[in-house]
């Protein structure tokens, strides 16, 4: 199997890249040079080149996803597979080497290799809270304005699928993935129809999850979400996207399966996309549990998401 280390990016189609930069730029994106008239590409402040990619096109659709792995032997395997590509150089900003494969719907996940890193942005530290027993501040205040959020890194994405097992077995069989949690349908004891997937990277300290696979009764792309640099963030970012006229989807609020505190928004195409800081970090060790509820029970506090949510 391929050893995934990272994910990379999002692709989306769209008719109107002015449009999409202009909003992604407020929830906290920066434009990549290498864009054109044709093809938008954004960044965060890590070393990822590029995060999310728009396309020019007639109609709205989500693309697929890019997943960096380790070596250009993980290539070399995952293009000897089914519904792979050959090996071949990249044609965006920051170059590579990259494979092609279809899921069982259709979904586009490449795996890439050797692509440039940017140089990261500098952002603001982020603020070390005090609580009742530790003061970590002292001698020092937290002083924020409302403005977009750094966003650093993408961080997760989830899909819907017709089948869950079937596209379970596809990504287990290309990809050193590990489970980190599983859905069950609300009131029954079974079967699994959502798996929170993560990095393996031994020891290494890892999101608790950057995919999360859903069955449902279409296919397609639930939310892309991106790191940002602490809580401050994503509610000034907030009131931010707020002020610019945008309308929130979900949040702010605190998952329970993975802990992050969030808000979901909608692109002016209809993708959702999410804000998120201070999610659970685990390593190879962590073990799956099982979740059995509805999308509303998903939220420990904020505003809670309505039941078609994951639907």
Known sequence: MATAIDAAQVTYEAPDLEVM????????MTKVEGSDDRTLYMRGTGTQHHIHVTRKAEKQRFVGASIEVATRADLDELAAMPESSPVR?????????????TMPDGIEI????????????????PFVPNNIRDKNRVNSSVRVSTAPATIARLGHFVLHVRNHDESMAWL????NFLPSDYFLPPGEDGPIVGTFIRLDLGEQLVDHHFMLLLQSDWVGVH???YEVTDMDAVMTSHDYLLQEGYTPDVGVGRHLLGSQVFDYWKDPFGFRIEHYTDGDTVDASYRPGKFNGTASDTTQWGNRPPLEFFQ
Do not use: C, Y
Request: net charge negative; charged share 30%.
């Open 21 to 28: 930069e202009k909003f992604l730029t407020a929830f906290g």
């Open 89 to 101: 150089e990249s044609s965006e900003p920051g170059g590579g080497h990259e494979v092609a494969m």
């Open 110 to 125: 490449r795996a890439i290799w050797g692509r440039a890193k940017a140089e990261p942005i500098q952002g603001r530290d």
């Open 172 to 175: 287990n069989e290309r990809f």
């Open 223 to 225: 939310h892309s979400a």
